[in-house]
């Protein structure tokens, strides 16, 4: 044991000698921290300091919970996105870092993205906290003191589409036609990204102060990132594998999982929700922050895509029918 304890010393005396520092003040600081605590290490006594109900509804608290339960799951994706645009794998030796791994294993990217789909898949099972877990009074009350904020501004969930697939998967489908197969700058398609319409009004077409809000906000750093991956996102870091990788059904797959998880299961796990609270006989109560649900959240409208390369002209004809008919219209 003594030998064994001899050489980690010797290892972290190499370690920080290679940085110029000296071991025994680092050991003398071993000496006189505390112990660490679950509590102290999760943060989670400022975590549970963050529900800030705007009204006196108990019911809001869920409303508030789930939605940044839900942006920490984006945050682990985003994180999955970071390791696959660098390769992922970071070489070191008896943990001195020696760089990043010139060329992406193909096994290391289909475990990443399917990381990324138990995320959303956690999310879109879970989410009848939402559908079902508010009483639709309460939620109809409370949710008019949030006005205009609404999930529309999602930030992080815009950074993974960015991410997946190249920019002009993401342009409104009316328009994407005027870009295929031509160079255009990702500013110049940027204005026709598909999400515009969900906030937007129809009879007069003018931008709705939650769009507005979100652009002055996150469009220069959408831009920044759509920049950024245009080169490293999901879609450009498959066609760099080789042809076998490429032909690989698990890698194959787990791409069009995460089709399926971020553009048609999630958006309408959205929809179930809004049919169940905003849905009337009188007629359908608009969205927080005026966003139209009832053609922005159903994939059949948007026909939004990750890798159309990946399926084939019936899948892409019949994109999230089969799902509504199911969950929602319980065909």
Known sequence: MENVI??????LGDKYAQMGQDITGYLDGLLLSNYLTYWDYTQVDTLLTLQNPKTDYPDEVIFIMYHQITELYFKLALHEYNQIAHNGIKISDNGHNLGWKDQLDPVFFAERVNRINRYFEALTKSFDIMVDGMEKEQFLRFRMALLPASGFQSAQYRMIEICSTDFINLVDKDVRPNYVGKKASIEDMFQFIYWNKGATELATGKKTLTLKQFEKKYASKFLALANEYASSNLWQKYKSLSQEAQMDTKVINALKELDVNVNVNWPLVHYKS???????????????????WQKYLPPRFQKR???????????????????????????
């Open 6 to 11: 001899n050489e980690k010393i010797k290892q």
């Open 305 to 331: 895509v990750f890798y159309p390369e990946l399926w084939t002209e019936q899948e892409l004809q019949d994109w999230g029918k089969g799902w509504v008919e199911t969950h929602v219209f319980h065909q």
């Open 274 to 292: 809004a049919v169940r609270y905003l849905q009337q006989n009188s007629g359908d109560v608009a969205a927080t922050g005026g966003t139209n």
